[in-house]
């Protein structure tokens, strides 16, 4: 088998889970891991502005809140390749900011991918509260390679 084993991890519970995955088939399959934090651009949109009276005010508090998000992906990413380095395995790690589902099939096909691993879409909260959202039917359409989904 060639190729990198993609991770994608948005920080919930469900993707630690796959992540524990994706790092055991990254070092029994001897494969580096990708492991590439998403984080959708419509978190912009999670909140209405009703109850921030100005510009100036409303956009320190975004930016507040991207250093935050910002700053997670980095605690988890880091977390993943210190996992995987710790047992001898090659790891690259990155924070990708778009469209979820466009992001994901792009990765595959930047580098040749063997396996991608996914958090569980059908997680309920609070295991989904770190707001991963994809539609496996539409995007099994757009990966050329198997989907490895982790576990509920």
């Known amino acids: ?76 990413l880091a977390e993943v390749a210190e996992k995987v380095k710790g047992n001898g395995g090659q790891v690259e790690t990155e924070l990708k900011i778009g469209k979820t589902e466009k992001l994901i099939g792009e990765l595959t096909v930047e580098n040749e991918t063997a396996i991608l691993v996914l958090p569980n879409p059908h997680v309920t909260a609070p295991a989904a509260t770190a707001g991963l959202r994809y539609n496996l039917h539409s995007l099994a359409k757009k990966v050329k390679c198997p989907i490895y989904i982790g576990p509920k």
């Open 1 to 76: 088998m060639n190729g990198q084993i993609l991770f994608i991890t948005d920080g919930s519970p469900s993707a630690d889970a796959a992540g524990q995955m994706a790092t055991e088939m990254s070092l029994s399959l001897k494969l580096p891991l990708r492991a590439v934090f998403i984080l959708d651009e419509g978190w912009k949109n999670f909140l209405g502005d009703e109850w921030i009276n100005t510009s100036s005010t409303r956009m320190r508090f975004y930016h507040w809140f991207e250093d935050g998000l910002h700053k997670h992906s980095e605690e988890v």
